[in-house]
């Protein structure tokens, strides 16, 4: 399904002026055979807990237990350059004004939502514009259905607790938000079986995907984003939703799920090959980065050809052809409304930065394979069918780095990866500082969770005795994601 150009998806003026203030806003009254089957009978038992995730507790101050040793325990807290980068002391959120008009709203939801209309909004993607689907279809949503409402105001919570230096009440809220969403999704799910699911039960799952990135979770993303694929499928796929909401989505699904697949060996629910929609717009997560975030699932699925040398030769190549022929405007995108050049600029470097890392990926990816392989002559083969080396890759992405200042332009905030996966295979100690510094201004800047668990994996990678970062993902039982 081909989308058309993006009408404007800003919210009414109205209702932008009356978050900005505070005031209540009006609430309205795998297989395609596996998919089929899933479309008859979806299988949500077991979805979602009857309380805060188990496999992801929260303490008493809301974050997460941590699952591995001490030897982490304070490596997030103070940069290679002394800053603190998990918290700042100066970020403002502008006072609610009382209002007799407040009666929709709580007090404390018309709080969160304003922080996210304000600022969270334009931190949590990686291209801010006037159509931004955070605010233009999220907030109207949320107006409507006290199930979005609770997912937004987790998300928003969770992520000024990370923002901000006296946080305990944004945990708070945030871990209570999510408790309140996790119950009244099991409600509805529980009410809609076999009748079809809301299109507020997919919102509320996807926002909580976003939580658990935002709030740095190791574990409980992946059950979350498991739920949104076969609510999506249940639904008939992508073609049973509006345009509006089938953007978010797909931008949303394609993101997370292809960035997973390189740090997670879960197999993730799929979504028919058939059923794809082409983004005619630059998308609020992509950006530039749609064929190369592909191109690195497709990496990350190279193990399964093992067994086959011939076929396993021909993908390297083909990803090897793919990567040497892209440039940012391989694809023409539509830019969306208050999109500038210098934006534009930046998303072309963070997308070359991605190339970079992708070359990365597959040379660690197949040194990886070749310990296991049985034919080392076979093996000894791989590096000459990629155009660039390592060691150029490494070269390039850290010169990119370097010709920034990683400010709060948000199109920066999709480096984690390519910083981290740059970390995890230079052996240089000033290039491993500036992937540091780096992602410490990331962490600063976006306030996304993610970034300090880049940050500790690196530490115990380069303290340990393990020589492969997934070696260490996997004695850690981590489900690192990168988005």
Same mark, same amino acid.
């Given at each position: ?17 009356? =978050?900005?203030?505070?005031?209540? /806003?009006? %609430?309205?009254?795998?297989? !395609?055979?596996?998919? +089929? @089957?899933?479309? *008859? &009978? ?9 309380? =805060?995730?188990?496999?992801?507790? /929260?303490? %008493?101050?809301?974050?997460? !237990?941590?699952?591995? +040793? @001490?030897?982490? *325990? &304070? ?15 100066? /970020? ?392």
């Amino acid at each position: 399904m081909l989308l058309k150009e993006a009408r404007s998806k800003s919210p009414p003026k109205d209702l932008e002026e009356r =978050v900005r203030n505070g005031l209540a /806003l009006a %609430a309205s009254p795998a297989r !395609d055979d596996e998919n +089929d @089957a899933m479309k *008859r &009978n979806p299988d949500f038992s077991g979805y979602p807990p009857s309380c =805060v995730p188990s496999s992801s507790s /929260l303490n %008493a101050d809301g974050k997460e !237990d941590r699952p591995f +040793d @001490a030897k982490t *325990r &304070n490596l997030s807290r103070t940069t290679n350059d002394g800053s603190d980068a998990a918290r700042i002391d100066h /970020l403002e959120v502008v006072p609610l004004k009382p209002s007799s008009n407040i009666t929709h709203l709580s007090h404390l939801e018309a709080h969160y939502l304003q922080y996210h209309m304000v600022q969270g909004s334009k931190l949590m993607v990686n291209l801010e514009s006037d159509e931004n689907p955070l605010r233009s279809l999220l907030i109207p949503r949320a107006c409507s259905s006290p199930l979005v409402m609770n997912a937004l105001c987790a998300v928003s919570a969770v992520h000024l607790a990370n923002r901000t230096h006296n946080s305990l009440d944004a945990q708070t809220a945030a871990t209570n938000y999510y408790i309140q969403t996790m119950s009244g999704l099991r409600s509805i799910l529980s009410a809609a079986s076999g009748r079809g699911y809301p299109e507020e039960t997919i919102l509320a799952v996807a926002l909580l995907c976003k939580y658990e990135i935002v709030r740095g979770s190791v574990k409980q993303w992946e059950m979350h984003l498991d739920a949104l694929e076969r609510l999506v499928i249940s639904r008939g796929g992508f073609a049973s939703f509006d345009e509006d909401m089938t953007e978010f989505l797909w931008g949303l699904f394609l993101y997370a799920h292809n960035m997973a697949k390189i740090t997670s060996r879960r197999q993730f629910t799929a979504i028919s090959a058939a059923e794809t929609v082409n983004i005619s717009k630059l998308d609020t997560y992509v950006g530039y980065t749609e064929e190369l975030i592909k191109t690195c699932a497709r990496i990350a699925d190279l193990p399964l050809l093992s067994c086959d040398p011939v076929a396993l030769g021909l993908e390297i190549h083909a990803i090897d052809m793919s990567l040497r022929d892209w440039t940012p405007t391989v694809t023409k995108y539509a830019a969306p409304k208050g999109i500038t050049e210098s934006t534009l600029l930046r998303l072309r470097l963070v997308a070359e930065c991605f190339r970079d890392a992708a070359y990365i990926f597959l040379h660690t990816t197949l040194d990886k394979m070749s310990r296991k392989f049985t034919s080392q002559n076979l093996a000894s083969l791989w590096p000459s069918l990629i155009t660039l080396s390592k060691g150029d890759a490494l070269e390039c992405l850290l010169e990119r780095i370097k010709s920034v200042s990683l400010d709060q332009h948000c199109e920066y905030s999709a480096l984690t990866f390519p910083l981290f996966i740059t970390g995890c295979e230079t052996g240089s100690p000033a290039s491993r500082d500036l992937v540091i510094r780096s992602l410490s201004k990331l962490e600063v800047n976006f306030g996304i969770g993610n970034v300090k668990r880049a940050k500790e994996l690196l530490h115990i990678l380069w303290e340990g005795e393990e020589t492969h970062w997934l070696d260490v993902l996997e004695r850690l039982n981590w489900g690192l994601i990168l988005a």
